[in-house]
Each structure stands twice: as C-alpha cells, then as structure tokens.
C-alpha cells in the first residue's frame, strides 16, 4: 500500500503550439472539448498530485487552460528544433529543486489515459524501484521482420534484419514501441541520470493509444475513445 502525500507527486504536461502536421494540435477539440483538458482531468481525479503544470510559452495553450486548477509555468524560448521532453523535464526540475520525490510527464493529448491506469504506473515505479515508468504498446507485426525502401525509383524494398527472412512470426519475441501518454519518473535517480529510457525503465502495458500525426489519426483516436467509452458503460468526460 502506498502512503500518497501530495507534496510528492507533481504532474508535468509540456504543451508547445507550433504543431506542423496538425494545426494548434494541442488545443484542438477533441470530442468537443480542447484536447489538453483530457489528461488534465485524469490528473485531478487520481488526487494525488500537489500541482499541475502546464509548462509553454504558447498564448493559444494559456489561454486554453487558465481557467482549469493548474498552474501554467513558461517555456524558455529558444529553437523548438533542438528540444526534447528529456530538456524540458531537465528545465522544470532544475527550477524546483528537491521540491518533489515523484514526477508524471504527461503529453497533451494523452486521451487514452485514466486516474487508474496512472496510479499503477506508479505503484510499479515504487514498489520494483525503477527509475522510469512509461507506457508502451505491444507492435502487432513482429519488428523483426520490417523492410526498409532500398531503392526509393524503382520502390523495391529490403529486409532490415535478413537472419529473419524465414523465422516464423509465432517464434519471435514481442516488441513494444512508446505509446506517448505518461512517464513516471523518480526525481532523485533521474537527477543522477537524466535520461528517460535507461537501463532502469520499466513499462506498463496499455492496449489503447493513437499515435496523432495526421487528421486522419485524429478521427481513429476520437472513434476508438467513443467505442471504448460505450464499450465500458461510461460516459463521455465532464467539463472541468
């Protein structure tokens, strides 16, 4: 049993607002409402967090969450290029220094995740002792057996690992990829290794993400969401 004291636990959500591939990506309606209230509504249901932050230097991303009980902490501004969630987070907790034990990274549109689902994702990171807790996805097609284009003229493809070339799938072992909603992170061992995937990273299985690269993306999220939503007897999120 975990003995949650809300000065531990801090949520994280960097919200940036120059999306390429989807306009204002992190602001944008989801179902009706802006997309960044979804995982800021998980946090405050698991009512274990001290704060929520929302951490951009984006008007349109302040304007969209102000009136929500987090408090909005700016980005530095600099060459959105050369920044990753590793120097954000790496920001954040150089400016509130031995503040927290605990820290959830959560991305902006984590619509898949709940108060449960990130209550476990701590416990694991507790009770194993891991540094980092992240969610990932099982991959349906085995990696092993991926091609890579070889000859882009004449589309002709080749195998990236040929040792597979006749391997059966069943044979394979599984592989996972970073499904994107959370990260669990133990402040004091990341200080000591600020790296997100590490040798001491563990994962919690979840079998409900979107990767949202494209509108296209966007209606399969907002489909599987309604469809999980009905298959479970919930009902749609309340406004904040």
């Known amino acids: 049993m975990i003995n949650y004291k809300k000065r531990d636990f801090v949520c994280f959500i960097p919200a940036k607002g120059n999306s390429k591939r989807i ?3 992190n602001i944008r309606p989801f179902l009706g409402k802006p997309i960044i209230h979804h995982p800021i509504i998980s946090a405050l249901d698991t009512n274990i967090f001290d704060e929520i932050f929302v951490y951009t230097n984006c008007k349109d991303v ?11 902490e700016s980005e530095p501004k600099s060459d959105n290029s050369k ?20 820290l959830c990274l959560m991305m902006p549109t984590s619509v898949f995740v709940n108060d449960t689902i990130l209550k476990n994702g701590l416990k694991y990171l507790i009770q194993v002792g891991f540094q980092t807790v992240f969610s990932a996805k099982n991959l349906s097609i085995p990696i092993d057996r991926a091609f890579q284009i070889s000859d882009a003229k004449r589309q002709t493809l080749t195998m990236v690992k040929k040792d597979f070339k006749y391997v059966f799938t069943q044979d394979i072992k599984e592989s996972y990829f970073d499904a994107g909603q959370f990260y669990w992170i133990d402040i004091e061992k990341f200080n000591a290794n600020p790296h997100i995937f590490n040798e001491n990273t563990g994962f919690l299985e979840i079998n409900k993400s979107v990767d949202i690269d494209n509108p296209i993306d966007w209606e399969i999220a907002e489909l599987m969401y309604k469809f999980h939503k009905y298959r479970d007897g919930e009902t749609f999120l309340s406004d904040l």
């Open 83 to 102: 920044r990753n969630l590793t120097t954000c987070l790496t920001e954040f907790l150089r400016k509130h220094k031995n503040r927290y034990k605990y």
């Open 23 to 25: 306009p204002k990506k």
């Open 62 to 72: 302040i304007d969209t969450v102000k009136e929500c009980p987090v408090k909005i």
